[in-house]
């Protein structure tokens, strides 16, 4: 395969079927380099489905048509650049320098009360790597494809408490985890008690996605943990899945944060999904959580949810994200 690069070498690398069927890369001695996910590559390495290749500064994807078993493997795969690509270059290299020096800022979101004074924020983060996105779906993505999910999200929880306590924030601040961080949860608690010590004025409340909730002892025993620590407890994206309930009778946490498709599309006191959230913001409250409506974006949608009595409000029709710190 030629690629027209001046950072590629004649011979660069090389791709072989292996007879197990995997393929495997190994460079050729180039001048500027063969890397796997981000990882030089020094030897012969095996390349799997979704792995991104840089050769010289070219970026590749290697995708395989899984389930397309043929006599001849290789109909069954192709390598090459990325739809859109140029558009949308996959950044693996930059991802990489934004984990290794930190590059990012964090940003809140204010959560209001009904009578639509200020209660608290939402605890955000933004990549600020100079060659791409700041977008987090973005950032995530990347990830996802590297297998960093927990240290991106370490690092963004580490820099939004930092700035937090910087900026002297007040009231609760309700910050997210992601999903794979309960299990097993031991380094997520560690680290939420080592920030504990570093910021012990900061009024924290984790966020947990109800799709993390599915060993129920271990929910118990992550709760326990938590008010050792003074941390309260959240429940986010109530009503996105399963929406169990009997999570919130055997680990009830302190606020349930409704999902944004139950609060969208309020058409009035007679609409079904009006009905429903007005039964379960009645049933929540009575088991003593806070109820939290996110996602909202007009005026009818915040009217609609104080007749029906949520104790609190999120979304773009309140206040959209901006930096802890000031404008970055």
């Known amino acids: ?20 069927g995997s393929l495997r890369l190994r460079d050729l001695g180039s001048t500027n380099g063969t890397r796997i996910n ?8 095996a390349i799997l489905h979704g792995d991104v290749i840089h050769i010289g500064e ?22 090459g650049l990325p739809a859109g690509a140029c ?5 693996v290299r930059e991802f990489m320098q934004l984990l290794d020096q930190g ?7 204010t959560i209001f009360d009904r009578q639509g004074q200020p209660f ?20 995530f993505a990347l990830a996802a ?9 370490q690092l963004l929880r580490e820099t939004s408490f930092a700035e937090a306590a910087e900026a002297a924030m007040q009231g609760p601040l309700f910050f997210n985890i992601h999903p794979l961080e309960c299990n097993p949860p031991e380094p997520l608690l560690e680290q939420l008690g080592r920030l504990r010590g570093r910021y012990p004025d900061l009024e924290l409340i984790f966020e947990v996605h109800e799709k993390a909730i599915t060993d129920l002892d271990r929910m118990a025993a992550i709760r326990a943990e938590l008010s050792s620590l003074g941390i309260g407890l959240a429940y986010d994206d109530f009503g996105a899945g399963q929406a169990r309930l009997q999570e919130l009778i055997e680990v009830p946490p302190d606020y349930l944060k409704f999902d944004i498709t139950l609060v969208r599309g309020l058409l009035g006191p007679e609409s079904p999904k009006y009905r429903m959230l007005a039964s379960l913001n009645q049933m929540i409250q009575t088991l003593g959580i806070r109820t939290l409506a996110e996602g909202i974006e007009d005026e009818a949608t ?10 609190l409000y999120q979304g773009f029709h309140f206040a959209r994200p901006v930096p802890i710190l000031g404008e970055q």
Request: hydrophobic fraction near 40%; include cysteine; glycine fraction near 10%.
């Open 1 to 20: 395969m030629q690629i027209s690069a001046p950072s590629v070498s004649r011979l660069h690398a090389e791709i072989d079927l292996a007879p197990d």
């Open 120 to 139: 608290g924020s939402e605890l955000l983060g933004r990549g600020a790597h100079p060659g791409m996105g700041r977008s987090p779906a973005e950032l």
């Open 103 to 109: 590059l990012v800022h964090g940003f809140q979101q």
């Open 87 to 91: 558009a949308a270059p996959i950044h």
């Open 58 to 79: 070219v970026e590749l994807l290697l995708i395989e048509r899984l389930g397309q078993i043929t006599a001849e493997a290789e109909a069954a795969t192709r390598i």
């Open 145 to 153: 494809r590297t297998g960093e999910e927990l240290r991106l999200s």
């Open 38 to 45: 981000g990882r030089s590559v020094r030897r012969t390495e």
């Open 302 to 311: 915040a009217a609609a949810c104080r007749e029906i009595g949520i104790d």
